[in-house]
């Protein structure tokens, strides 16, 4: 007889809960996926060419890639010297090659032996980013 006393308490309380944290938590669930499916889909990720195979020269630096058919002239370039990264611009592409110059040549480059370059390629989805991951796993 207990069980039933205990059951239409359970009834009673359930009548007078609004529900109001569980549609709070609900309506901002919804929207954090929404947020995070629009990011997924709109946002625009750079993604690079990079080598360390670069001789640096005044104003410019020449950037050696085993390919460079991605690579055209004006896209956006770093060059890393040392632990300084430099903003630079693709001016001319070779078969092996791309001649990368520097927005203010007079500024110095610090000297040391190792430098690395990083050329923007395209942008893309993380979306398209993790479908193409996805893609390379099932094969």
């Given at each position: 007889?207990?069980?039933?006393?205990?059951?239409a308490?359970?009834?009673?309380?359930?009548?007078?809960?609004?529900?109001?944290?569980?549609?709070?938590?609900?309506?901002?669930?919804?929207?954090?996926?929404?947020?995070?499916?629009?990011?997924?889909?709109?946002?625009r990720?750079?993604?690079?060419?990079s080598?360390?195979?670069?001789?640096?020269?005044?104003?410019?630096?020449?950037?050696?890639?085993?390919?460079?058919?991605q690579?055209?002239?004006?896209?956006?370039?770093?060059?890393?010297?040392?632990?300084?990264?430099?903003?630079?611009?693709?001016?001319?592409?070779?078969?092996?090659?791309?001649?990368?110059?520097?927005?203010?040549?007079?500024?110095?480059?610090?000297?040391?032996?190792?430098?690395?370059?990083?050329?923007?390629?395209?942008?893309v989805?993380?979306?398209?980013?993790?479908?193409r991951?996805?893609?390379?796993?099932?094969?």
């Amino acid at each position: 007889m207990n069980q039933g006393i205990a059951f239409a308490r359970t009834i009673r309380a359930l009548d007078a809960d609004d529900f109001g944290r569980s549609k709070f938590t609900l309506v901002f669930a919804v929207i954090l996926l929404g947020a995070w499916t629009w990011w997924m889909l709109a946002a625009r990720v750079p993604q690079y060419e990079s080598t360390t195979n670069v001789r640096l020269e005044s104003g410019r630096a020449i950037a050696y890639f085993s390919s460079t058919d991605q690579i055209r002239p004006g896209q956006t370039a770093f060059v890393t010297v040392g632990g300084d990264r430099i903003p630079a611009r693709v001016q001319a592409v070779a078969s092996d090659r791309a001649e990368l110059v520097f927005p203010n040549p007079q500024s110095p480059i610090p000297a040391s032996s190792s430098a690395s370059a990083d050329v923007e390629t395209t942008r893309v989805s993380p979306a398209a980013i993790a479908l193409r991951t996805l893609a390379r796993g099932n094969r």
